[in-house]
């Protein structure tokens, strides 16, 4: 049971435009989620994450936006660059409590590809 | 540098064997978390550890265990080993439970 997906497997966007990475999910108790960033031979790094108590949170030139009546949340990338090119997970996390600790569930990733 | 660190980085062992994966978390991390992403899959729970004691349990075989010890740093046990368990291992270490979690650069797992 797929509880986090990233339905895109992959992303080409130009230099300079706007890449757009999405992820739904299914489980109504989530109520935290990150982006995480990653390069080949590295672990993933932390990029955003989003409360679900917000609907945006913007970093710069990275904005996610939670969609909760959709469970869908998405990452946008403006201006894109060819150093964004990289594996983008999308996790999620119930609300700590006794029997949540934060554990995190991953999404199978999108590889985006910035062309110069 | 996300201050998690992993030891080794990659190991090639056989079917059957044993080996253990090392993970030092962030300075003044209690919480350490450990995940297997398998080919061309999304990174899977096995376990997570706070300040010594066993907090939640994923997806993880009997015959992988884990621990945590008194200076904070955490061990993946791997047992009798399949083809099936080559897989990147990653631990993740956090203040607390919750929150963001930062990432060591991994262990690559090859069994022939």
């Known amino acids: 049971d797929q509880q986090v997906k990233q339905n895109s497997p992959s992303l080409s966007v130009q230099e300079g435009r706007i890449s757009i990475l999405n992820c739904d999910y299914t489980n109504s108790m989530f109520d935290y989620f990150l982006w995480y960033k990653k390069y080949p031979a590295e672990g993933p790094t932390f990029l955003i994450s989003?409360?679900?108590?917000?609907d945006k949170n913007e970093d710069g030139r990275f904005t996610v936006f939670l969609n909760k009546s959709a469970k869908h949340l998405s990452l946008h990338i403006v201006p894109s660059q060819p150093g964004d090119s990289a594996v983008y997970f999308c996790?999620?996390?119930?609300?700590?409590?006794?029997?949540?600790?934060?554990?995190?569930?991953f999404g199978q990733g999108t590889t985006l590809q910035v062309k110069p | 540098d996300s201050g998690v660190t992993q030891t080794p980085k990659h190991l090639i062992t056989a079917t059957g064997q044993r080996v253990t994966l090392r993970c030092s978390p962030r300075?003044?991390?209690?919480?350490v978390y450990w995940y297997q992403q398998s080919l061309d899959q999304g990174l899977q729970f096995l376990i997570q550890y706070y300040n010594g004691e066993e907090r939640a349990k994923g997806n993880i075989l009997e015959r992988f265990s884990a621990q945590q010890f008194p200076d904070l740093h955490s061990e993946l046990n791997l047992s009798s080993l399949e083809l099936g368990d080559s897989a990147l291992y990653f631990c993740?270490?956090?203040?607390?439970?919750?929150?963001?979690?930062?990432f060591g650069p991994g262990t690559r797992l090859t069994v022939l």
């Open positions: 996790a999620a996390s119930e609300s700590f409590s006794s029997s949540n600790t934060g554990k995190l569930i």
């Open positions: 993740a270490s956090s203040v607390v439970d919750g929150g963001e979690q930062f």
């Open positions: 300075s003044g991390d209690l919480s």
């Open positions: 989003i409360s679900s108590i917000k």
